[in-house]
């Protein structure tokens, strides 16, 4: 009776042996299987970060190039900078008859003046995000369109987006290979902010020089899209400056405005009240 019951428990221990092995090498294999469904995934994660990372690299370094040729640290430590010209409107890409001649000063990051007509009487200054209107009857404040289009094109400018978004570590850089822009072979970037706005760079592939900027912005009314481009054209050195004797501003594909450079300056010592409407009007003639 006792050599049954030890028979019977070394069959059951065999058995119970049996099972846990196989109990153990099907979790082995179920762990295996998990692993390898998961390797492929990782290695796709993996190239796909790398491939991201070169395409950024790609994008930050065709903009390094579009700096340097623009002027490089003399460049980025500009204090100020001066063009004048004639403006020719355009209405649905006809141009208006004649031009009208402007002279416009900008003073790193928010001061602007633009004089208009060849006595300089009219007078727009756009300093922070305050802008006024000065002429001989006085000053007054510039109307919100006028301000939402002068500083939705300022915060899109190649200049903040050198100076500002490309230090921000959360703007995404992207790299869109070559387009044509003007007849020239460009290089495209794009760069999107934190806030998922989005400054788009074309640069000549040669000389690197800035061929076309444009952003899009949704109209507040209709609230349709609109693409806001400028193009530069005919560069010439000005105090070792490349400086675009031509530009042409689109909305959406259609030229409304270009501006015929005659002359530039840079780092001009400007009076201390240069930006204050207030001395302005007291100085226009009535």
């Not at 063009?83 to 001649?101: C, K, S, V």
């Not at 000053?139 to 002068?150: E, N, R």
């Not at 070792?240 to 010592?269: C, M």
């Amino acid at each position: 009776m006792k050599s049954k019951l030890a028979a019977r428990g070394r069959e059951l221990f065999a058995v119970s042996a049996y099972e846990e092995t196989m109990r153990a090498g099907k979790t082995a294999a179920m762990i295996l299987l998990v692993l390898a469904m998961m390797w492929p995934h990782a290695t796709r994660t993996q190239t796909g970060d790398n491939a991201g990372d070169k395409n950024a690299q790609q994008a930050r370094a065709a903009l390094d190039a579009m700096v340097k040729a623009l002027g490089g640290s003399a460049w980025l430590n500009m204090q100020n900078q001066e063009r004048q010209g004639h403006i020719a409107a355009f209405f649905h890409g006809n141009p208006d008859l004649g031009t009208e001649e402007t002279f416009e000063f900008h003073q790193w990051p928010d001061h602007d003046r633009i004089e208009v007509t060849k006595h300089r009487d009219v007078v727009e200054f756009i300093v922070g995000r305050q802008g006024w209107e000065v002429t001989y009857r006085g000053k007054k404040t510039l109307d919100k369109d006028t301000m939402d289009d002068f500083l939705r094109r300022r915060d899109h400018s190649i200049e903040l987006a050198v100076k500002v978004w490309m230090k921000d570590p959360n703007t995404i850089l992207i790299y869109e290979g070559q387009h044509l822009a003007e007849r020239h072979l460009a290089e495209q970037v794009t760069l999107i902010s934190p806030q998922n706005e989005a400054i788009t760079i074309l640069m000549d592939e040669q000389t690197h020089l800035p061929l076309q900027r444009s952003f899009e912005w949704r109209d507040p009314v209709y609230h349709d899209k609109n693409t806001d481009t400028e193009e530069y054209d005919d560069y010439h050195v000005i105090q070792g400056f490349p400086t675009p004797f031509t530009i042409t501003r689109l909305k959406n594909g259609d030229v409304v405005r270009q501006y015929y450079v005659t002359h530039a300056s840079y780092n001009e010592n400007l009076p201390a009240n240069f930006w204050d409407p207030d001395i302005a009007a007291r100085k226009i003639v009535k």
